[in-house]
């Protein structure tokens, strides 16, 4: 269901065929709801058959066509009231905190090879989040462009700022991992150093 | 693969019925790791035949009979063999998130209604895992209590510490969900006022 939103949702931005949705998709909606390229093809032609967008055959060089797709008023119509309906948050799963719960039974250079895992992916994560949320505020991603010259004034500047929101969650979001993989760093170092404690008080005379 | 360790991890405390298993499940690991009751009962069968619990017929009552399982020397391997491998971490996908980022389409109201939804959902989470982690730390879970009784002394400070940083992790993510959603709602509140004012400057003379 998220991924049909998230093509038309793209697809709101400006008409594009099957290959520029892939290209356009990493770049902007598919950071917000990651997702194979291999199901975008398929996807689109549902969303033709639903009758949520349109194909149209246009040139592509000068012997082929290709097949470029546009929202259909149906499509904005299903757009909005899957906007409009308010989303059941879920719990977590995350199998890394899972894992984290028993560490114990991990060696230790398992669990920091795990906790170093996480703060690099976050932060880096957390990086690229920033940036495209420095982007979208300075009005300097195309597809947002082309998705204002379709926006009356008075609701460009929603436009803008929803999309830099949902990047600060997820910039909170980075940030806590981040911290929370230092964290555990700092216990691993702890218990480490009273094990090693222990063992010396063990054997006085070692 | 998740459920499985899940109730391997679970079984390490204390050997117990399915009925048990279910019960146990959604007062510890179940908050790690979410799963529904019916997938349980087959998972605990699936790791029998695999040879990673051991299920033995026990009396129930005066007439009947219960299956009690508990956990193999496999079964311990597999937790470890599972604990001791990196976790690739992965991209979140929360559809809130996603329709944040278009709430230009929905009306204020359901927006409002949303981030309020989502406020309220991580605040009583957040009051969960920090009960939860104090009664970790405070060693005043039964479960955790029947698996210290299994740990040499000098591994059981990182037993209860491990799982109290797990926790950590869902009270971080918790808070920064709840933060997250009130800079939504100031942010609404914010492009209300804005509209209101540029369609008041519109009509000057109304």
């Avoid at 902007?28 to 149209?56: D, F, M, N």
């Avoid at 999309?163 to 555990?184: L, N, T």
Wanted: no cysteine; proline share 5%.
């Amino acid at each position: 269901m998220s991924l049909r939103m998230a093509l038309l949702a793209l697809l709101a931005a400006q008409p594009m065929t099957g290959f520029d949705a892939m290209r356009q998709f990493d770049a902007s909606v598919g950071y917000l709801w990651q997702a194979p390229h291999t199901q975008i093809y398929p996807e689109l032609r549902k969303l033709e058959v639903a009758g949520l967008v349109q194909g149209q055959e246009v040139p592509r060089g000068e012997h082929a066509r290709k097949r470029r797709y546009s929202l259909t008023e149906a499509g904005r119509e299903q757009l909005r009231a899957w906007v409009e309906e308010v989303e059941e948050p879920r719990r977590e799963r995350d199998p890394t905190r899972l894992k984290a719960a028993y560490f114990e039974w991990a060696s230790p250079q398992a669990a920091r090879a795990q906790l170093e895992a996480h703060a690099r992916y976050h932060r880096d994560a957390l990086a690229s989040y920033e940036k495209q949320r420095e982007d979208i505020l300075a009005r300097r991603v195309p597809l947002l462009l082309a998705r204002l010259e379709r926006t009356p004034p008075g609701e460009q500047d929603g436009v803008v700022e929803f999309k830099a929101f949902a990047y600060s969650g997820f910039i909170a979001r980075a940030r806590a991992e981040v911290e929370w993989a230092q964290e555990g760093l700092r216990l691993l170092d702890r218990l480490h150093k009273e094990r090693s404690e222990g063992e010396a008080a063990e054997q006085p005379g070692a």
